[in-house]
């Protein structure tokens, strides 16, 4: 049976590090990778797959992506703001 594959590369856009975890079917977090600023990972994904950011010094959710077939690019930017991490969205797409 034939999946809906692709890829998906997180670039961290902000000062700060990032953590990425994905999600199982039954919605357990698994460590993928730790991106520090300006780093990328590039990762094998399945449409439908949920993807996890985080804060990696305060443990904060501070994103989420959607595996999708073909490749796609997830832009990290979040700031903290009084130790608390704040997601933010960029202009374009």
């Known amino acids: 049976m034939p999946s809906a594959e692709g890829t998906i590369t997180f670039v ?3 000062v700060f590090d990032a953590s990425v975890y994905v999600l199982d079917e039954n919605g357990n977090e698994t460590f993928i990778v730790d991106l520090s600023p ?6 094998a ?3 439908g797959q949920v993807w996890i950011v985080k804060d990696k010094d305060t443990g904060r ?8 077939a ?10 903290r703001s009084r130790g608390e991490p704040e997601q933010t969205r960029g202009g374009g797409g």
């Open 12 to 14: 961290n856009a902000s």
């Open 38 to 43: 300006d780093q990328s990972s590039k990762q």
């Open 45 to 47: 994904t399945v449409a």
């Open 61 to 68: 959710q501070v994103g989420t992506a959607t595996g999708k």
């Open 70 to 79: 073909g490749d796609q690019t997830y832009e990290i930017k979040f700031r």
